[in-house]
């Protein structure tokens, strides 16, 4: 079994190929292809790493990090008081939660400016569905999310990707030049990139929106374990009504079991967002769960020190043994130099430890977890035969 994602094509995961159908006391087993499944979707195999029980999981690059204490007592409290009208629908606008999220993000944003989902693919798939969908295009840089052609077959509407420099960053009047000859309906720009860690500077956000027709995504997932004194893509919101700012609670607020994801952008796009989600779409648990974390953020917050603190004592232990670490603005690092991607992730598998392997030739990543976790991970690369 092997925890391959190859970046900028459709991952692969382990599923049933068959389904047996039970009729007359037989048994008839179908596969996809007996299904009338639309054409653009036909090949196609779901996204999703393997959740390999191993004591090290470095793979999908989660917050390794566990809620603290207090902060978890009062996010059960508020769950339990949501509980106590659960059985009436939830807040349909999620008003208290956009307050929320406008709060924490600053810049002036209200809740006009906010939307939010279960996780930021759900999020990024209603900008898909209300700005993509059948005769329309998207566009990304490649290598980068994996989810992004899915979520975009997923609503009808075209893929395509342009290309990065050798080492994985955009020039601002390349990076235009390429959208303006695609010409596509959205962009979708991974800052910092996703799964190479480049940084994203913004004369690239500017350079492209520039030359862009439509909607303009800056996915900003990773962002808080950027250096603190860049500025983010929120700076760039004023005066453009095309671009829109995606995050997550996933990461850097320890939250990937919550499924929470959120947008900063105009208020007339988030008003188009509502044409496409489902009605009550946010749970009243999820809601409270959500507050309960914006309500200590700078306790949630104060774990992404140690995460940078792990993410490039990585690299640099890395760079010793004889690998290129990408630079990494992300909870994770990308390295090259790997003679046998394939064979080091069995060697890592082997000895407890799951890592990524993305598909690119030489490469492989892993996601910054406790310190304990660094040290294990470090020790097994520095006993494997894996640098070429």
């Known amino acids: 079994m092997h925890d391959r994602d190859s970046a900028g094509a459709t991952p692969a995961i382990e599923s049933n190929p068959a389904v047996a159908l039970f009729y007359d006391g037989g048994v008839s087993e179908i596969t996809l292809d007996d299904l009338p499944l639309r054409d653009e979707l036909r090949g196609q195999t779901p996204y999703g790493a393997p959740q390999a029980p191993l004591p090290i999981t470095l793979n999908v690059n989660e917050n390794a ?6 902060v978890s007592a ?4 508020r769950i339990a008081a949501a509980l106590e009208s659960v059985n009436r629908y939830p807040d349909r606008e999620f008003i208290e939660l956009r307050d929320a999220f ?36 998207a566009f990304t840089f490649g290598p980068s999310y994996s989810m992004y052609p899915l979520l975009t077959r997923g609503t009808g509407a075209r893929w395509t990707e342009g290309t990065r420099a050798a080492d994985y960053s955009l020039d601002a009047a390349d990076a235009a030049a390429q959208v303006a ?10 800052s910092p990139n996703n799964p190479t860690g480049t940084p994203l500077p913004l ?43 995606s995050r997550t609670m996933s990461k850097a607020f320890a939250f990937a079991g919550a499924r929470v994801g959120y947008l900063a952008a105009h208020p007339a796009v988030v008003d188009a967002l509502r044409l496409v989600r489902l009605p009550y779409h946010l749970s009243a648990l999820t809601q409270a769960a959500a507050l309960g974390a914006l ?15 792990q993410r490039d004592r990585i690299s640099a232990r890395l760079r010793e043994l004889g690998f290129t670490p990408m630079p990494s603005w992300a909870n994770f690092v ?11 992730w069995q060697q890592l598998y082997d000895r407890g430890i799951l890592v990524r392997d993305l598909g690119i030739p030489g490469h492989l990543r892993v996601t910054a977890g406790t310190a304990e976790e660094t040290t294990a991970f470090l020790d097994a690369m520095a006993s494997i035969d894996s640098s070429s």
């Open 74 to 77: 009062d996010i059960v409290a």
């Open 334 to 344: 990308m390295f090259g130099g790997v003679a046998d991607p394939a064979g080091a």
């Open 203 to 245: 004369d690239v956000i500017e350079a492209v929106y520039e030359a862009a027709r439509g909607i303009v995504i800056v996915d900003e997932a990773y962002w808080e374990f950027a250096p603190k004194e860049q500025p983010s893509a929120l700076t760039l919101l004023p005066g453009r009504e095309r671009l829109i700012i």
């Open 181 to 190: 000859a695609a010409d596509p309906d959205v962009v979708i720009l991974c």
């Open 102 to 137: 406008a709060g924490y993000l600053g810049h002036g944003l209200t809740r006009a400016n906010i939307w939010a989902g279960n996780g930021s693919n759900e999020v990024l798939q209603h900008v898909l569905q209300a700005f993509g969908g059948p005769g329309r295009t």
């Open 65 to 70: 990090h566990q809620v603290p204490a207090e």
């Open 295 to 309: 309500a200590h953020a700078p306790a949630m917050l104060a774990m992404v020190d140690e995460i940078v603190v």
